[in-house]
């Protein structure tokens, strides 16, 4: 969290007294919204949900950057046991709803008029809620039990995260990215990288995605102003 509060305070102040960035044919303000599905491990089935994402320049190199994804794994087993004169049925049902929140400050620096490289610190928070629904019914006679579990788990870290992003073909736009995010309960290195189809001036069509401590997969419709 230091080195987070101390490079937002660089950023600020380096961004005052920066020079100007020049007219870019880039998109550097923008709102994104779409799909995403996630691999928090491999050994589990993905969270499929949506996000939200953007950018802001508050002064001619320096902008306020965040993104919120808010995804779910939704799971059913079911098993028969043979008890003899009797039978037993198993059931239960679970969902995870995961939550991720970053928001943060970053610094721009134009490359060319068609490029820049950015530089990212981002408060980190995630919060986990599960919810367990355990049934066991037997017959002759018939008898059913029940059982709901409910449990939450939050943590909060911080991503610093680099990148460069150039417009190319006068109607595609690709982001390359490298990230290291640290949280208490994990901390690793992350790759992304970004193709997006411009739709005219303002309107865009991306897919993303991030390989690394999660595996993300995004298609988002963007709008840049």
Do not use: C
Request: net charge negative; proline share 1%; charged share 25%.
């Amino acid at each position: 969290m230091k080195l987070l509060t101390s490079f937002i305070a660089v950023s600020v102040l380096v961004g005052i007294h920066s020079s100007s960035l020049a007219k870019s044919s880039v998109n550097t303000d923008f709102i994104e919204a779409g799909r995403a599905n996630i691999y928090f491990n491999s050994q589990e089935p993905s969270s499929d949900g949506y996000y939200v994402s953007g950018r802001k320049m508050l002064s001619e190199n320096v902008y306020l950057v965040g993104d919120y994804f808010n995804t779910r794994i939704d799971s059913f087993q079911f098993q028969v046991v043979d008890l003899g004169s009797r039978e037993r049925v198993d059931r239960v049902s679970s969902n995870d709803d995961f939550k991720e929140l970053s928001l943060g400050l970053g610094y721009l620096h134009p490359i060319s008029n068609s490029s820049f490289i950015r530089l990212e610190a981002r408060y980190y928070d995630f919060e986990q809620e599960t919810r367990s629904d355990f049934s066991r019914t037997f017959n002759n006679p018939l008898e059913i039990e029940q059982e709901t579990s409910h449990g939450r788990f939050e943590t909060t870290g911080s991503i610093i995260e680099a990148g460069y992003k150039t417009k190319a073909f006068d109607s595609f736009e690709f982001e390359f990215g490298l990230g290291y995010r640290n949280i208490n309960v994990t901390r690793g290195l992350y790759a992304e990288l970004s193709a997006s189809y411009l739709l005219g001036d303002n309107w865009k069509v991306s897919l993303s995605t991030e390989q690394g401590d999660t595996d993300r997969f995004m298609l988002g419709v963007g709008y840049a102003f």
